[in-house]
Structures are given as structure tokens and as C-alpha cells.
């Protein structure tokens, strides 16, 4: 198994400008998370999908940033404007349902930087 | 709200120590706990992952113990190494999964 995907690993992007970042889930996977992690903040939560619905939004920090599922084996997580402040690491995760019994499998992030 | 509180922040040990590294969380009501490591620039790898009906599992020189009701988890590293180097992170399931800030680990050779 290839584990979770992300792309672009390294993003720089000028602010204003639009950035999206993509996760392929684990095959098989029907929970997806987007994480954001900062020195400051730790790793905080911004959404996650259960089959592909949006279950829990309420870590997305702004109107600027949207996240959708349209199958089961991709995800977007999308920011419009991007601000230097939005510089951070992204992780995607995915697991097997929200059964609580299986673990978490992260990606290796995608690195943000606003300039 | 779930807060997650790992002590201590920082560790620095020689090689070959037992080490414990310790997780603690507010609301008990947890379905279950997971220990992850992260090296520097990298993502979270699973190292250990409790289930609440369970109290302890392991993983070679690694041993995570879970008391849900006093709300505390232990990371027991046996004989540790320099390869051990990383940042320990422990993670709650409640009705999200919830990060603590993690420990960060030095083993010096």
C-alpha cells in the first residue's frame, strides 16, 4: 500500500494567489482528515469527510478556505486568498470509519509558505 | 472542550536509558489513544495505538499504558537509542481526534 498521498510536498506561493493541496486517502479508507500544523498552534484540525460528506468543519479557520471530497480516493483542500499567516504544514489523514478502534494513517504534508 | 498536555516538552537522555514520556487529557470520554512519532520535516508515523477498553499494548521496545478514568497515558521507550530521536506525539479520540504539543526527544550517543 503507498500510504496516504499529498501533493505538492513544498508549495510557495505569493499572497493573494489561490493554493490547492491534494490527498489520495488509503484504498479502502472512508474517513479523510486535513490537519494543519504550526509551531505555534500544534496540530489543529480543520475538517474531515466521513464517504465523502463533510462531517465537522468547524476547525477551518476562514471563509477562505474550503475543502471537498468528490470520491472516495481524492480530496482538495483549497485556499482563496492565500496570506503569509496561512504559511504552515498541511497533513491529510485517513482511516478505516470513524469505528474509533483503527488508527490514523498521516501523510507527509504538503509545506506552505505565503510570501 | 479536549485538552491534550504531554510532559515534558523536551527531553535530552544518553544512549541506553529507560525513558517515560507522559500524556495527559481533560475529558475522559475517549474511544481511544494514539501514540505517534514525527522526525523533523516528516509526517506522523502510528507507533501505538489503545483502544479504551484496553489498559496497555507494545511494540518491541516500546510500551503505552492507557488509565482512561484518571485521564493519563504513559510512553515507555526501553533501552533507548539515538534512532529514537524524534517528536513523540499523543493523540485523544473523542468525537475528534485531539493532539497534544509533543515531546521531543533527543538520545545522545
Known sequence: DAGVIQSPRHEVTEMGQEVTLRCKPISGHNSLFWYRQTMMRGLELLIYFNNNVPIDDSGMPEDRFSAKMPNASFSTLKIQPSEPRDSAVYFCASSLGLSHGVGYTFGSGTRLTVV | ?109
Request: glycine share 8%; charged share 15%; hydrophobic share 35%.
Open chain 2, 1 to 109: 472542550k479536549q485538552e491534550v498536555t504531554q510532559i515534558p516538552a523536551a527531553l535530552s537522555v544518553p544512549e541506553g536509558e529507560n525513558l517515560v514520556l507522559n500524556c495527559s487529557f481533560t475529558d475522559s470520554a475517549i474511544y481511544n489513544l494514539q501514540w505517534f512519532r514525527q522526525d523533523p520535516g516528516k509526517g506522523l508515523t502510528s507507533l501505538l495505538l489503545i483502544q479504551s477498553s484496553q489498559r496497555e499494548q507494545t511494540s518491541g521496545r516500546l510500551n503505552a499504558s492507557l488509565d482512561k478514568s484518571s485521564g493519563r497515558s504513559t510512553l515507555y521507550i526501553a533501552a533507548s537509542q539515538p534512532g529514537d530521536s524524534a517528536t513523540y506525539l499523543c493523540a485523544v479520540y473523542g468525537n475528534k481526534l485531539v493532539f497534544g504539543a509533543g515531546t521531543i526527544l533527543r538520545v545522545k550517543s
